[in-house]
């Protein structure tokens, strides 16, 4: 099994910043692309940005600009800043990760966090 625990996740005022962060444990043999995605109430499940092994980002258009994704693969934890947030950006923020795990090392699945409320509000 793979473990995704997410962090930094509150109420920011308008324009204001957070960071959220998500630590990768458990059976890992391999992690690949991992990226995070937010639900507001009532709507999907919707991309907000990915980053791949190698660095590679993908960001949804709107956050592009205004969010930035890392990762520290010695940690097996990937980052989301994010600035200049707006009321739009409220959602519960999940981590997701390809993994394999030690146990099955060529079956690669999506693993999940529990995730992390972020509200914008002034």
């Known amino acids: 099994q793979v473990q995704l625990v997410e962090s930094g996740g509150g109420l920011v005022q308008p324009g204001g910043s957070l960071r959220l962060s998500c630590a990768a444990s458990g059976n890992i043999f391999s992690l690949y692309d991992m990226g995070w995605y937010r639900q507001a109430p009532g709507k999907q499940r919707d991309l907000v940005a990915a980053i791949t092994s190698s660095g590679n980002t993908n960001y949804a258009d709107s956050v592009q600009g205004r969010f930035t994704i890392s990762r520290d693969n010695a940690k097996n934890t990937v980052y989301l800043q994010m600035n200049s947030l707006k009321p739009e950006d409220t959602a519960v923020y999940f981590c997701?990760?390809?993994?394999?795990?030690?146990?099955?090392?060529?079956?690669?699945?999506?693993?999940w966090g529990q995730g992390t409320q972020v509200t914008v509000s002034s």
């Open positions: 997701n990760a390809k993994a394999s795990t030690l146990f099955f090392p060529l079956r690669v699945l999506a693993w």
